[in-house]
């Protein structure tokens, strides 16, 4: 049986606007408006006590974020999910405007940027991840949004009331708007908690801690959300009908509690 019900898709250009050969789309406006709300959310964090790190200190940190989240994000997803077309095309890994940008690999651009800057600056590294993790489910939100608004990485087929027809997809079959799913476990969900984390001092005090509850909420939310996204098509179901998404969110749970169990030891000692 069929869904009763289907919510049309929103007819919603993924450029925002056009001037001559110049477009500004709602994904790189997602990728800035992420950074912009995120620094601003870091430095009002980075006033409060204990802090280890100047509120100007966090413009600077910003560039080194941006950095990171785009050569990783971009080197994440030509290694994970197309090498074979990036060996052939090498010309078009620099080719952004064309798409293709990687969550796992992002983190771990952003990882290796924060912790170069905290040894340069002399700040403690978890110190830094505890501030980058509380904001980066504001990034998460708004590219889940974006990736709806463009039509791209939808669920699989479904007939429950919600179900979308997206116009990219081939088959027109009513999937569902994982985007939506992830936006709201990755975004909202995930931020409510690191929020509740963070905002106790006595938490602020465990360095590790809110980066490891972001690391391993966001490896599970995505892990679950897998089963209602459909796998890249170049891709399919990778090993035990799991997607490259599940492969790579799960060592994250277990890298997540890891960093929670640390913090929480260093503490009593």
Known sequence: MGPVFLIPFPAIDPTLVSIGPISIRWYALAYIFGLLIGWRYVRALAEKNPSHIKPQQIDDLLVWITLGVILGGRLGYVIFYKPGYFIENPESILQLWNGGMSFHGGLVGCILAGWAFAKRSGIPALHIGDLCGAAGPIGLFLGRLANFVNGELWGR?????????????????????????????????????????VRREKFRHMHGLTFGVFISGYGAARFLIEFAREPDAHLGYIFAGATMGQLLSLPMVLVGVFFIIRAQHANKR
């Open 157 to 197: 087929a479904s007939d429950l009331p919600w179900a979308m027809i997206f116009p990219a997809d081939r088959l027109s079959i009513p999937r569902h708007p994982s985007q939506l799913y992830e936006a709201f476990l990755e975004g909202i969900i995930l931020f409510i908690v690191c929020w509740a984390v």
